[in-house]
């Protein structure tokens, strides 16, 4: 048995010796066996670590999952708010948009715009809107403004941005009577009737604050069958029927040109790019969605300059109350420019 091992391992021996002998004779078969030794060695290392790779990936997809589901089933729009740590790109909304409307195009491509002029008041618009009020006072003249204020009135003329205000003393106590929605609507057109001022609108919005026991009515016109949000008379009526406060404006309007807009979609995508000072994770639910006209200030470098343009409004509930209300520009930054 010792002579049969010690045979293997001379055999063994001289074999060895064999291929290293063939080996020198040839460098090229010898750089050839290193390059494929080095070759297998980094292939084992490269599969090593793929797999490592491959399982960690499955981890963090799996641990990611988790962490977005929600606790109720997703409605029509709804959209993840990832958590900080696992956004990638641009961070996203702290708010979860749900979208009860269509956005489909309203086959309009182009809009016109408009310059806003407020038309200069004058110590003698101030002296028809003193009388106007029944104010039996002086006018006060400052660099701005006319004034004009008895012990429970006061009305202020802006000179230069056709803005004309008129606010009444509220009694502490008022009425703790509430007065419908239509009654209000009803009084504050009287109330404009009786001065002989006149309304054209389209639309009458009437937004109830209970907390100060009033109404807030605003008449909506239209430029080019578009509702204009800008520029609006409205006026405060209290509970007990007083008028709280008016404002009127004296603003034409000078077409500067007439431009491509976005769409709605496209709108709603900078809607959702906006910050609300909400908690994460607030629920939001768009519940209409119209294109109008709204002011917008646009700084140039010969100043600022403020525009009728159209924009797309948007209107909803912030966890299910009241109170959301955006106007997002319809047409580009850059044809301002």
């Given at each position: 048995?010792?002579?049969k091992?010690k045979?293997?391992?001379?055999?063994?021996k001289?074999?060895?010796?064999?291929?290293?002998r063939k080996?020198?004779?040839?460098p090229i078969?010898?750089l050839?066996a290193?390059?494929?030794?080095?070759?297998?060695?980094?292939?084992?290392m490269?599969?090593?670590?793929?797999v490592?790779?491959?399982?960690?990936r499955?981890?963090?997809?799996?641990?990611a999952?988790?962490?977005q589901?929600?606790?109720?089933?997703?409605p029509?729009?709804?959209?993840?708010v990832l958590?900080k740590?696992?956004?990638?790109?641009?961070?996203?909304?702290?708010v979860?948009?749900?979208?009860?409307?269509?956005?489909?195009?309203?086959?309009?491509?182009?809009?016109?715009v408009?310059?806003s002029?407020?038309?200069?008041?004058?110590?003698?618009?101030?002296?028809?809107?003193?009388?106007?009020?029944a104010?039996?006072?002086?006018?006060?003249?400052?660099?701005?403004?006319?004034?004009?204020?008895?012990?429970?009135?006061?009305?202020?003329?802006?000179?230069?941005?056709?803005l004309?205000?008129?606010?009444?003393?509220?009694?502490?106590?008022?009425?703790?009577t509430?007065?419908?929605e239509?009654?209000?609507?009803e009084?504050v057109c009287?109330?404009?009737?009786?001065l002989?001022?006149?309304?054209?609108?389209d639309?009458?919005?009437?937004d109830?604050?209970?907390?100060e026991k009033?109404?807030h009515?605003c008449?909506i016109?239209?430029?080019?069958?578009k509702?204009?949000?800008?520029?609006?008379?409205?006026?405060?009526?209290g509970?007990?029927?007083v008028?709280?406060?008016?404002?009127?404006?004296?603003?034409?309007?000078?077409?500067?040109?007439?431009?491509?807009?976005k769409?709605?979609?496209?709108?709603?995508?900078?809607?959702?790019?906006?910050s609300?000072?909400?908690?994460d994770?607030?629920?939001?639910?768009?519940?209409?969605?119209?294109?109008?006209?709204?002011q917008?200030?646009?700084?140039?470098?010969?100043?600022?300059?403020?525009?009728?343009?159209?924009?797309y409004?948007?209107v909803?509930?912030?966890?299910?109350?009241k109170g959301l209300e955006?106007?997002?520009?319809?047409?580009?930054?850059?044809?301002?420019?």
């Amino acid at each position: 048995m010792q002579q049969k091992r010690k045979r293997k391992f001379i055999d063994y021996k001289m074999s060895l010796q064999s291929s290293i002998r063939k080996i020198r004779s040839r460098p090229i078969l010898a750089l050839v066996a290193i390059i494929g030794i080095f070759a297998i060695s980094f292939y084992l290392m490269q599969y090593t670590l793929f797999v490592a790779n491959v399982q960690t990936r499955i981890y963090n997809k799996e641990f990611a999952s988790a962490l977005q589901q929600p606790f109720l089933p997703k409605p029509i729009g709804w959209q993840m708010v990832l958590p900080k740590e696992t956004r990638e790109e641009k961070p996203a909304s702290t708010v979860i948009f749900d979208l009860n409307v269509s956005l489909k195009s309203s086959g309009i491509s182009k809009m016109k715009v408009y310059r806003s002029k407020p038309q200069l008041q004058s110590k003698t618009e101030a002296e028809f809107f003193s009388g106007l009020f029944a104010l039996k006072t002086d006018i006060m003249e400052a660099v701005q403004e006319y004034s004009i204020q008895d012990q429970d009135q006061t009305l202020i003329i802006s000179k230069e941005q056709g803005l004309i205000q008129y606010k009444k003393a509220v009694s502490e106590k008022g009425s703790t009577t509430v007065m419908s929605e239509k009654e209000a609507q009803e009084q504050v057109c009287q109330f404009f009737l009786d001065l002989a001022i006149p309304l054209h609108y389209d639309t009458i919005a009437v937004d109830h604050i209970p907390s100060e026991k009033r109404y807030h009515v605003c008449f909506i016109n239209t430029v080019e069958g578009k509702k204009n949000y800008s520029y609006c008379k409205s006026a405060s009526i209290g509970y007990d029927g007083v008028i709280q406060a008016i404002n009127l404006y004296d603003i034409r309007y000078e077409q500067i040109g007439v431009y491509r807009i976005k769409t709605a979609s496209q709108a709603f995508e900078e809607l959702q790019s906006m910050s609300f000072n909400v908690p994460d994770h607030t629920m939001i639910d768009i519940k209409e969605v119209e294109l109008v006209y709204y002011q917008f200030a646009h700084t140039q470098q010969e100043g600022s300059d403020t525009y009728l343009q159209p924009a797309y409004r948007f209107v909803g509930e912030i966890q299910g109350q009241k109170g959301l209300e955006v106007f997002i520009p319809a047409v580009k930054e850059e044809f301002f420019r």
